[in-house]
């Protein structure tokens, strides 16, 4: 077969590889086919080391598979200094060159040529004999022509590799700032609701505190006129029962149903009454609630901050379910009240939005050995499995799009098990959904150290 041939077969198999990989291990094996060499290595230049990537022989025991790759630096070995001179050497006795690097194949003789475009050295090309000076010039001009054939393609497709690279790069890139970018925004939405929240707090505390004195007088007047009312009964009565008066007079008072007259007014002014202390709990809960003492750590009741957390969501709660409190007997605990009056509103808040129309709201307390605990339970839509583990993950909602930030709970989380040393958990099926809350029973500077810890 003639060299023309050969090189002919060289390039034809060149173009059929696909890959940058098909063409390196397409090329030792057709020198070890066509060539009949005993053994070849192709080797790659990586940022200055050559790096064994392909071969035909005890080098490549089963299909596209290296035993023992190794690494050369350019300038260490022949191969390395084949590289550095950008010249093909014939090394007719191995045994005595100092530069040649043992490998698997015990050689006698090298032949090694550089695949050079456009004057960067891409690899090398490496045969070793079982014989002294197996190799010849004919040899070498045939296995440098080989390589300069090869070098436009393995550097199109180094070049395309490297294309693939970076377009997958950018493509992480552009994933990863669209992440960011859509956090950031949910971040500045929450930030507003944030803002929006506190203004609300704000405004509703002295939106409360102006109730505050029209409630006072009002309810003052009510007073005076129950006493008005009762002492217009009492007159009556005189009227009535006094011998002096004639009859002609009883009888039109009588007609007047006078009786009946003043005991409605008794029961408006009742009524009135209660409504009326009603308004001045809720206001007085609202005020305590939008107080900000958010690093104050005091004494408080766990019922009681329950009753003021329901009575502020009397409304809710009255359009769309029912409510029904079970308090076991607790002792005062220390913490921030206000902070956990934040958890039972945001929790009795999601309980409400997950009843159906006329559900049941459960809010149990109860102690055990350590812990003061509070269970929280709807009747309505339950928690999928796969959500649980997720529940107080950060932006973490499986609500709609704009009608949650997946926040709350999160916040909810930190106060007890960060702020408070406590433990909240989740408990779910397709009946009912429970949070269970538990707040430790614990010393004041105990406290503080696991708040400072």
Not at 180 to 193: A, C, I
Not at 198 to 212: D, F, M, P, Q, R
Not at 364 to 386: Q, S, V
Request: glycine share 6%.
């Amino acid at each position: 077969m003639s060299d023309l041939t050969k090189i002919s077969q060289f390039a034809t198999a060149m173009l059929n590889a696909a890959t940058l990989d098909d063409l390196l291990w397409s090329i030792t094996n057709n020198i070890g086919e066509i060539l009949g060499f005993d053994d070849c290595i192709i080797y790659l230049n990586v940022d200055g080391i050559l790096i064994q990537k392909s071969a035909f022989g005890i080098k490549n025991p089963n299909e596209r598979n290296l035993l023992n790759e190794i690494a050369i630096p350019i300038g260490k070995g022949i191969v390395g200094t084949v590289a550095q001179s950008k010249v093909a050497e014939i090394v007719p006795d191995i045994s005595i060159d100092h530069r040649y690097i043992w490998d698997e194949f015990s050689g006698k003789s090298e032949l090694t040529v550089p695949i050079i475009y456009e004057g960067n050295v891409l690899g090398i090309i490496d045969s070793e004999s079982s014989q002294l000076n197996a190799y010849n010039e004919s040899d070498k001009e045939l296995l440098q022509t080989i390589a300069n054939i090869a070098a436009p393609r393995i550097a199109s497709e180094q070049y395309c590799t490297e294309l693939q690279q970076t377009q997958l790069q950018l493509e992480q890139s552009n994933f990863e700032l669209a992440t960011s970018l859509r956090q950031l925004k949910e971040n500045q939405e929450t930030l507003v609701q944030s803002e929006k929240m506190a203004s609300i707090g704000l405004l509703a505390a002295g939106v409360a505190h102006e109730i505050n004195n029209p409630l006072a007088f009002s309810m003052s007047n009510m007073d005076f006129f129950k006493e008005c009312s009762e002492k217009l009964i009492n007159i009556y009565k005189l009227i009535i029962t006094h011998p002096n008066i004639s009859n002609e007079i009883k009888q039109q008072l009588a007609l007047m149903n006078y009786t009946q007259l003043m005991q409605d007014i008794e029961e408006v002014v009742d009524e009135t009454t209660t409504g009326l202390l009603r308004i001045k709990n809720i206001v007085s809960d609202l005020c305590g609630y939008a107080r900000n003492e958010e690093s104050v750590m005091t004494q408080f009741d766990v019922n009681n901050g329950i009753k003021v957390t329901t009575n502020i969501l009397r409304g809710e709660i009255n359009n769309n379910c029912h409510l029904q409190l079970d308090f076991g007997k607790l002792p005062s605990l220390y913490g921030n009240e206000s902070k956990v009056h934040q958890v039972f509103m945001n929790i009795i808040l999601n309980a409400i939005q997950a009843s159906h129309k006329d559900g049941l709201i459960t809010v149990k307390t109860f102690a055990d050995d350590k812990y003061a605990c509070i269970d929280i339970t709807n009747n309505g839509l339950g928690i999928k499995n796969e959500n649980l583990q997720d529940i107080f993950t950060p932006f973490y909602t499986t609500k709609p799009v704009g009608k949650g930030t997946g926040l709350g709970l999160f916040i909810c989380y930190r106060i007890i098990t960060e702020e408070h040393g406590g433990q909240i958990k989740v408990f779910s099926n397709e009946k009912q959904t429970t949070f269970r809350i538990k707040l430790p029973f614990i010393g004041h500077k105990q406290l503080n150290a696991i708040s400072c810890a």
